[in-house]
């Protein structure tokens, strides 16, 4: 079992930025990926960003150049740093953490980016 704890989300103007932090209850060294999820109202859940227990890092297309995922294994939490905020942005982001064949998920974050 993994917990996941999301912190960060919020109303910002466009070309604003916001930080997103999810702290895991668990080492990383026994998490295989890491990763942020979004899902606007009336749309599917889409990976955004995501980083492997090697560090390998993978982006939407969308979001690559403005958005950032990095990890602190000291403190057992990823940050996505999200730059150059769009409305299309807007959204409730996740935090997954996948175990072998397990994926977790947090509660959840609203982001919303007005015009």
């Known amino acids: 079992q993994v917990q996941l704890v999301e912190s960060g989300g919020g109303l910002v103007q466009a070309g604003g930025s916001l930080r997103l932090s999810c702290a895991a209850s668990?080492?990383?060294?026994?998490?295989?990926?890491m990763g942020w999820y979004r899902q606007a109202p009336g749309k599917q859940r889409d990976m955004v960003a995501t980083?492997?227990?090697?560090?390998?890092?993978n982006y939407l297309d969308s979001v690559k150049g403005r958005f950032t995922i990095s990890r602190d294994n000291a403190k057992n939490t990823i940050y996505l740093q999200m730059n150059s905020l769009k409305p299309e942005d807007t959204a409730v982001y996740y935090c997954?953490?996948?175990?072998?064949?397990?994926?977790?998920w947090g509660q959840g974050t609203q982001v919303t980016v007005s015009s």
């Open positions: 997954n953490a996948r175990v072998m064949l397990s994926d977790y």
């Open positions: 980083v492997t227990s090697g560090g390998t890092t």
């Open positions: 668990r080492v990383f060294g026994s998490i295989n990926r």
